[in-house]
């Protein structure tokens, strides 16, 4: 009973450094997201997928880079890491896109950039 | 822009007590709203998902109902428990993603 799978689930990097976070589900579903959670700002949208093959910027996408690799597999790729990239960052997904089916969310990867 | 508000940011109740946790949103034209809880350090947990022709749904000791005329859904949670303590948020779908309100932070008090 997977549903959402994040990798890693930590990761400090030096500024400059490039990493990419993995994101895999395994309930076929058509829609995934990048999501990163800041103290006092919320979930804000970085990148989403609204079905293989497709990506479309969110609300906070400098600095990133995605890829929708399949249907199951979704990742993001920092090209050159920064301090203000210190986040926690969420993968999810939906079953299609729309307003009317239930997100899943991963566990979370929590990068710290020094 | 749909913009989601979730009032209070926190909230201490001691065990047993019956509450309410409240979210408001600006656009009425919503397809449905959901629930989460988050634990500190850990990842999101859809609790319930209530759609637009629905104005309630239960789950256990929880049920959430949906005022889409007036921009507000409210968060019940039924004899409440330390294992409660928790942030609680609530989302709206657009056809892009998720809008997210910035949580309630519950503690329930042994």
């Known amino acids: 009973n997977a549903g959402v799978t994040q990798t890693p689930k930590f990761q400090v990097l030096k500024t400059g450094q490039s990493m990419t976070l993995q994101c895999a589900q395994d309930m076929n579903h058509n829609s995934m997201y990048w999501y990163r959670q800041d103290p006092g700002m919320g979930l804000r949208l970085i990148y989403y997928s609204a079905s293989e093959g497709t990506t479309d910027k969110g609300e906070v996408p400098n600095g990133y880079n995605v890829s929708r690799l399949n249907k199951r597999e979704f990742s993001l790729r920092l090209e050159s890491a920064a301090p203000s990239q210190t986040s926690v960052y969420f993968c999810a997904s939906r079953a299609r896109p729309g307003q009317g089916r239930e997100a899943f969310f991963g566990q979370g990867t929590r990068l710290t950039v020094v | 822009k749909q913009e989601v508000t979730q009032i209070p940011a926190a909230l201490s109740v001691p065990e047993g007590e019956n509450l309410v946790l409240n979210c408001s949103f600006t656009?009425?034209?919503?397809?449905?709203l959901q629930w989460f809880r988050q634990d500190p350090g850990k990842g999101l947990t859809s609790l319930l998902l209530i759609q637009s022709s629905q104005r309630e749904q239960t789950s256990g000791r929880l049920n959430a109902s949906l005022d889409k005329s007036s921009g507000r859904s409210t968060l019940y949670i039924a004899a409440s428990q330390p294992g409660d303590s928790a942030t609680y948020l609530c989302?709206?779908?657009?056809?892009?993603?998720?809008?997210f309100g910035s949580g309630t932070q519950l503690t329930v008090l042994p």
């Open positions: 989302a709206v779908p657009t056809s892009r993603q998720l809008t």
């Open positions: 656009d009425s034209a919503i397809y449905n």
